[in-house]
């Protein structure tokens, strides 16, 4: 089945500050990615997703890039303000195999942003 | 639009004992997927319901179950509990055939004593 590592597990940055999370995936045929942010208390929130036919989306502060031959896609956020800080998970979607219309999710990141 | 929904918020049940979670999906999405969240496992897919019938399904035992109505309102249940099966349950819905952007509730607290 589908295998998605994230990077770092945690990361601390000051306000203002640019902050970059990684993901790989195992299974090419997975072509569907999404990020999540989760705060306390909260169920995630669906912030930006990208298509396998796409290399980059961007969003006011966020973007994601999607390096299919590498198997890795990148969540990219700017001018990082204080309420930015939260849980953030990435996630592929199965297209074949035992992987097939299931969305399996990385391990999640704990974003701190410093005043 | 309303958000999706799920009920009830916390929940606290004895081993062996069984649970009935429900979730009312954003409206028109005939897609629901069940998920448990917990800290050393993460989020885990435990299975898609899509127009009443189970469209994909996760590594879980057979003690976790599910099923979606005909409004799209979905339940899972699990039985005979075990203390590994506190987590949080989420349930998330999705718009379209393919279950692609999925929407997630705020969950469900579930407490194994």
């Known amino acids: 089945g589908e295998n998605v590592e994230q990077h770092p597990s945690t990361l601390s940055v000051q306000e203002g500050d640019s902050a970059v999370i990684k993901c790989t995936y195992s299974d090419s045929a997975s072509n569907y990615f999404p990020w999540y942010k989760q705060e306390l208390g909260k169920g995630p929130q669906l912030i930006i997703d990208?298509?396998?036919?796409?290399g980059e989306k961007k969003d006011q502060r966020i973007a994601v890039t999607l390096n299919k031959t590498a198997k890795h896609f990148s969540l990219h956020i700017t001018e990082t303000q204080p309420e930015d800080s939260a849980v953030y998970f990435c996630?592929?979607?199965?297209?074949?195999?035992?992987?097939?219309?299931?969305?399996?999710f990385g391990q999640g990141t704990i974003l701190t942003v410093h005043p | 639009k309303a958000g999706v929904t799920q009920t009830p918020r916390y929940l606290i049940k004895t081993r062996g004992q069984q649970v009935t979670l429900s979730c009312s999906p954003i409206s028109g999405h005939r897609s629901v997927s069940w998920y448990q969240q917990t800290p050393g496992q993460g989020l885990q897919f435990l299975f898609e319901y899509f127009s009443e019938t189970q469209r994909n399904k996760g590594n879980f035992p057979g003690r976790f179950s599910g099923r979606q109505f005909s409004n799209s309102r979905s339940e899972m249940n699990v039985s005979t509990l075990e203390l590994g099966d506190s987590a949080l349950y989420l349930c998330?819905?999705?718009?379209?055939?393919?279950?692609?952007?999925?929407?997630f509730g705020p969950g469900t607290r579930l407490t194994v004593t």
């Open positions: 996630a592929a979607k199965g297209a074949g195999g035992t992987s097939y219309g299931k969305l399996t």
């Open positions: 990208i298509r396998s036919n796409v």
């Open positions: 998330a819905s999705s718009g379209g055939t393919e279950g692609y952007e999925q929407y």
